[in-house]
Structure formats: C-alpha cells, structure tokens
C-alpha cells in the first residue's frame, strides 16, 4: 500500500510539472490545443497503471513461491515422521511378536496332511460315518493305526516347522527361542494339551467319529490364542479351523474330507500368503 501510494504522489507531481512547463514555454497569443500535455499525461497513467500490477504480480508471485516452499517442507517433515513412526512400530512389532515363522513350513504341513488322509482312507479304510458309544473301552480296528499315522504326521509337521523358522530367524539376525516364542507356546499347548487329553478319552470309549471335528476344533482354538503372539493371519487361520470343526460335527459321515480340507488345503492357502507377504 505504501509503494502504491508512493507511485501515485511520483505519478501527481510529474503530471504538475509537465502542465507547468508546456504552459511557460507556450506563447500567450498561441492558441494550440493541449495534444502534448495530454500524450503526456496518458503516458504517466499507463506507467503508473503498469507499475502497480506489475507490483501486485511480483507480490502474488512471491506469496505462492513461499507457499510451495513452506508446503514442500511440512511435506517432507510429514514423510519423515511417518517413516519414524513406521520404524518404531516395526520394532515394537520385531519385540512383542514371533515372526520367524514361514510359509513354507504352512505348505509342507498342508501336503503331509493330505498325504495323511489319503493314506488312511485308501490303505486304513478309515471313514467312521457314526458316533458309536462304547462303555467296555474297547478301540475300533485298525484305530491304533490311525493315531500311529497322526503322531508321524504332527511330529513331521512340528520338526518342518522347527528347522524352516530356525533359518529364518538365523537369517533375520533375531533368536528363535525367546520371550515371544515361549509366550506363544504357552498359549498354543492350553488348547492343544486339553484337546489331546479329550481326545485319549474319546478314543477310549470308541467315539472314532468325532475325532476329525475334535481336532480341527482345538487346533483352532490354538491358533485363535497364538494370534496373538505372531501374524495377525494366524488367527484367521484359526477361526476357519474352529468353524470347519463346528461343520465337520454335523457332518460325521464327511470327517475326513473336512480334517483334509481344514489341516492340507487350508494350511497350503495360508503358507503361500505369508511367503508372499512377508518372505519375498
């Protein structure tokens, strides 16, 4: 406002002078019109209106540079407490949850499954199709077959699982055995070790038909409580479970298909998705 002002008080004094000069320097007999004094005139008005929005250009042209540049450096200071806040997340992550586990231990356990099933179907005939009380304690033939083919499969499982988050851990620099894992454990063998016990006694009294939803149902349960401790999918992994067990009940006649679809197809879907996620 002050430069305008400035411009105007220049513009008002030049335009006097000029008036002043042409008036002095004319004859008084001379009767010519005013030409010169006005081109002059017009000249300052065009000066002075070319200076002032020349001045108010200059003026916004500056009130945007400053803008940009004060909006690129909060951007950027923005970015850089995203990242730090991303980085301490990852560390409270890395702290308090097990993440060596791998995806491929998932797929190696899905294909002893079903490997399992198709055994005990094709070679052990094993298809209970009704829940058959037997107060005498005495097992259904070829039973113990059975168990003996589960323990090799969950012990192949555990000890796959064992090596491949072993390297994994080995090669993320952190330790395989740790508060976390031991939390995890912990919260994992509750269910695991009360399903196992419910199970000895089912087979005990020869309730071979529940045995397939038995187990789907506590290995949920496991899982659901270990999500805790790991990836969040693990729990998605363990409501899927609990809910084909719940299914699996209704359904006895169809046991096997639902323990292959929930302990091999399942677990091969959820190992390629946590290598794919967080392996590659």
């Known amino acids: 406002m002050a430069a305008e002002m400035a411009v105007a008080s220049k513009l008002a ?11 002095i320097s004319r ?18 008005l065009s000066f002075y209106f070319f200076s002032t929005i020349s001045y108010k250009v200059l003026a916004l042209l500056k009130v945007l540079y400053n ?27 890395r702290s308090s949850k097990f993440l060596s586990l791998s995806g491929w231990a998932g797929i190696l356990a899905g294909i002893y499954a079903l490997v399992g099933a198709y055994i005990a179907y094709g070679f052990f005939r ?13 097992a259904s033939s070829g039973l113990l077959n059975i168990i003996s083919l589960a323990a090799s499969i969950l012990v192949l499982s555990i ?20 508060a976390t894992s031991r939390r995890l454990l912990a919260n994992m063998s509750i269910p695991l070790v009360s399903g196992g016990v419910l199970l000895l006694v089912f087979i ?10 038995l187990t789907l149902l506590f290995y949920g349960l496991a899982l659901y409580s270990a999500g805790n401790f790991t990836y969040k999918e693990v729990r998605f992994l363990g409501v899927i479970q609990i809910g084909l067990g719940l ?28 290598h794919l996620k967080y392996e590659r």
């Open 247 to 274: 299914i699996s009940s209704c359904f006895i006649e169809y046991g096997l298909l639902f323990w292959a679809l929930g302990f091999g197809l399942m677990h091969i879907v959820y190992g390629i998705y946590i």
């Open 27 to 44: 004859p008084a007999n001379e009767d010519l019109p005013y030409v010169p004094v006005i081109t002059m005139v017009i000249m300052q």
């Open 204 to 213: 005990f009294h020869g309730l071979d038909g529940l045995l397939a939803p």
């Open 13 to 23: 004094a030049e335009i006097s002078l000029t008036s002043l000069v042409f008036r």
């Open 159 to 178: 000890s796959t699982a064992v090596f491949l988050s072993y390297r994994r851990a080995k090669k993320t620099g952190e330790k395989l055995w740790n």
């Open 67 to 93: 803008f940009a540049t004060q909006s690129t450096f909060k951007m950027n200071k923005e970015r850089d407490y995203i990242s730090d806040i991303a980085e301490i997340r990852s560390m409270m992550d």
């Open 126 to 138: 094993f298809n209970p199709t009704e829940i058959v009380y037997n107060a005498f304690g005495t």
